[in-house]
């Protein structure tokens, strides 16, 4: 079994930074690849980013340069980096992860941008 828990959500201006993280914990000993979704209210859930087990990174159209992906191996964190934070930003962004051919998902971090 595998948990992952966010954390770092929260409100961030328009134009904004912010960055957020996810821990990994339980039987992780064969990851596909880790990754940040979101959801927005009446919307689907979409890719916002995803890496690799080897480091290769790929983006939502949307993002255009703005985010980055990145992982820590040695504490088995994913952290997303959000710049030029957009106004249609705000949606809960889920961690996922596939490992051993199954899909885990956190709870979610929401990320709200003031009007």
């Known amino acids: 079994q595998v948990q992952l828990v966010e954390s770092g959500g929260g409100s961030v201006q328009a134009g904004g930074s912010l960055r957020l993280s996810c821990e990994a914990s339980?039987?992780?000993?064969?990851?596909?690849?880790m990754g940040w979704y979101r959801q927005a209210p009446g919307k689907q859930r979409e890719l916002v980013a995803r890496?690799?087990?080897?480091?290769?990174?790929n983006y939502g159209d949307f993002v255009k340069g703005r985010f980055t992906v990145f992982r820590d191996n040695a504490t088995n964190m994913l952290y997303l980096q959000l710049n030029s934070v957009r106004p249609d930003a705000p949606a809960v962004y889920y961690c996922a992860m596939v490992n051993g051919g199954s899909l885990y998902w956190g709870q979610g971090t929401q990320v709200t941008v003031p009007s």
């Open positions: 890496i690799s087990k080897v480091g290769n990174a």
């Open positions: 339980g039987s992780i000993d064969s990851i596909i690849y």
